[in-house]
């Protein structure tokens, strides 16, 4: 894409980048090129090396091999603050941001020093209003919702000018309605001449904006196409290298008893950043996928707190498991009682990174499957062989590709972790699972995994609750749908019964003009 | 008697406000040192000795300053050149700090030191009691009321200041960012071991204007424990370096009425009210998350080690 043949040489071109790590090429030989005012999706699963070559386009890494060409000009980017100069802006998946500093302290950091602060805030407010991300430039990181955290990273990204925009995975975190506005403002930039590099996971968002696409699968280049021309299909299997199954969603309608109720719980916030629960009820029945759709930052990991025990609450019967009173009970005692659960965190909460695999799997079972793991009555010794062989068997049969038998939870790439920790849970085969967020960060061969083991264990005759902010999941997964918004649940919807923009109401709040709908259940 | 005390208190608390205040700033920028106490006393050797060997009480302020700075060069090129474990090196370095200070300082044992004298400020001196008690001090005391405002203003209000706190939070995002964490590091190691050594200046040339082994007795470890409290706003070190002062004159004074009053408390007891005070203020101070979570560095103590 050139303008009136001035620029007739692309603004990013790449030819033979290459990074090893020791032996493991992460990048083998890429080729890219990024035009003036194009938008440009980089695809490709976990651990494809787009991480590692958007970091070697940005100065943080540094090639082994290969030549980077600026306007027509090879150049050498030594640090982030060359690329900043070269006018690359970058918006990391995760946060590069500062906790204890305000949002204006924040984007200061990455601005021209002599800039004072004061007029930073101004600019930001400006910005931020102009591009639909409103942000208040006094808060604390600490305080943000991770939406709002992402806002920083574009507006900041946006501030400095540039001319290459990299995103990756902006619209995550986001409601239908605020990546909408993320696309307006893409369009804009594009119209400003500006290019884009968009990194995503969601095929329909890359056949909607994206102008070209590079595809990698394991550091190498796999494909190079107009996605508006292609399927998701044929996008999906450059990714993965074989076709994607599709999710086979459980049946509506013939559903059992209700495994797990939750009358009117409310819950005071626990820290000062968190949200409080108000009022919430809920019943999923044996067969049935809830669905909990919401924007980050809404009461979601307060929701998961309750339900998993992680935190008790007050009131015992606000809980019930299986008819059982269970308010009060901690994790492992629910965890005994028949339910699984999978938090959002990967690393430092679902799973230790430094422990191996089998670790991980024993402290997460030690008290549910202290007969198969533990020997010795009281002295509880491990039963190492048993542990290992069921790690071996979850790795099996969710396909997790690790390197060596027994590797530590952090080696893992993030979608076969995910899919280790859900198997770990699935393996016990719980009546009743809580998973929050399941494929955050996870490529589509994982998560369309994680999501089929998901509806099999519905349709085996399990209750699943799973809080989500991936629409496209809900969609694909839930026989139910309820949405989570400052702390209140709506009522639950069929999932056939309810459109996007519906969704997204519910999602800002709006409770009240969204009578078009009919409750699935009389409470 | 009340005006007695408070010189005495003041005298007391500045070389643990000082200290305090250099180890902040270190600590704000993520490292841990926890030799204070070693840089303080090669500090108070160095004073002295550059002290009696030009007879200038403020050539010996510097020599104090250039000592501490030195020796914490030291830990900064194990902690942050060779990254060796920050809490085991700041320990070592203490050990070395009270090893080394007795060397160097056997010689002089038993001298008479060089007292560094007041600066009396014209006008101001003369308001009744203030006048006295805060216009009528030594050049350290000058220095620690200049140190706690110039680091608060450095801290909160540059750009210097806000990237040292960012590295502080997150030294790898900050380093993403092209910000130079090493050497921004080593900068605030270098003004931490020069603060601790213009405390340990004060100590030899002010509040007993001698050389004694081992003279720091602990106050080092309290400066630490100071910052801690004061949840690294150099305000707060102001306040907690005076709380902890007066607390210290006061066990003295109790000692010595106990003493001759003939109550037997054991000196020990008393000995010990710092740091029980210490304890006791660490336990109130955490109470509030929110504070915690905003002001603690939180990389602090990790090493720094980037991808290439």
Redesign the interface.
Known sequence: MTFEGVEASPLLSVRGLSKLFGSFAACDAIDLDIGHGEIHALLGENGAGKSTLVKMLFGVLQPTAGTISWEGRPVVIPSPGEARRLGVGMVFQHFSLFEALTVAENIALSLDPRTPLAKIAEETATVSKAYGLPLDPSAHVADLSVGERQRIEIIRALLQNPKLIILDEPTSVLTPQEAERLFETLMRLKAEGRSVLYISHRLEEVQRICDRATVLRHGKVTGDCDPRKETPASLARMMVGTEVAEVQRADAGAFGDVLVEVAKVSVAPRTPFAVSLKDISLKVRAGEVLAIAGVAGNGQSELFDALSGEYPISDDDGIRLRGKPVGRLRINGRRLLGAGFVPEERHGHAAVSALSLSDNLLLARSRSDKKAFLAGGPLSILRRDAILSASRRICSIMDVRKSGDDPAAGSLSGGNLQKFIVGRELDRQPSVLVVNQPTWGVDAGAASRIRQALVDLAKAGSAVIVISQDLDEIFEIATTIAVISDGKLSDPYPAGELTLEQIGLLMGGIHERHSGVETAHAH | MFEAILLTVITASTPLVVAALGELVSQRSGVLNLGVEGMMIMGAVAAFATAQLTGSPYLGILGGIIGGGLFSLLFGFLTLTLVANQVATGLALTILGLGLSGQIGEAFVGMPGVRLQPLVIPVLSDIPFFGRVLFSQDLIFYMSVALVFGISWFLFKS?TG??M??IG??H???H????NVVRTRYLAVLFGGACAGLAGAQLSLVYTPQWVENMTAGRGWIALALVVFASWRPLRVLAGGYLFGAVGIGQLHAQLLAQSGGIAIPSQLLSALPYAATIVVLIIISHN??TT??????SLGKPFVP??
């Open positions: 750009r806000l990237k706190r960012a939070d997150n790898g995002s900050a993403a960012l092209g910000i998350r929110r979570l905003i002001n603690t560095p939180a991808d290439r």
